[in-house]
């Protein structure tokens, strides 16, 4: 499903930039530093596009739940839609103290996410995105990053 996710608070600097860390043997990756500001409380974990894992703040979280409710009302296939999405989200209470993600089982599966394997991380200026270096190659073969193409 392709999320059009509201903007952060112009009061908050877009999160940007990108970074390669390790899945560790836990299941867990370290939030680059320059990323976890926009995450000091909850934030939800939620299977993207191409597969991605989603880290959107909670606040974000709640107006995009909202949003798509309320859209979900017109018909039903939207609130099929709409019940698979929220099915798929994790709530997860913060990093643990040294900054890291731990990923549950259902999305390290659904993502084919490996231990010992390097992940990237990007910003998508209001969430982050974390990408299996085989799906980011992908990604980056199809053309579509850099060359203006949707």
């Not at 909670?58 to 018909?75: C, G, H, I, S």
């Not at 709409?82 to 990093?95: D, R």
Request: overall charge positive.
């Amino acid at each position: 499903m392709n999320l059009s996710l509201p903007p952060r608070p112009s009061s908050e600097l877009p999160l940007l930039g990108e970074a390669t860390v390790l899945f560790d043997k836990k299941f867990r990756f370290c939030m680059p530093a320059h990323f976890r500001g926009a995450f000091p409380n909850s934030f939800v974990l939620l299977p993207g596009d191409e597969g991605t894992l989603r880290v959107l703040p909670l606040p974000l979280f709640r107006v995009l739940e909202k949003e798509t409710l309320n859209a979900a009302r017109e018909n039903s296939t939207n609130q099929l839609n709409a019940q698979h999405l929220f099915s798929a989200a994790f709530v997860v209470e913060g990093l643990d103290t040294a900054g890291r993600v731990a990923v549950p089982s259902e999305l390290r599966r659904r993502l084919g996410f490996e231990p010992n394997k390097n992940l990237l991380i990007t910003g998508a200026r209001s969430f982050v995105e974390v990408w299996s270096e085989a799906a980011w190659r992908s990604h980056h073969a199809q053309g579509t990053l850099w060359a203006g193409k949707d």
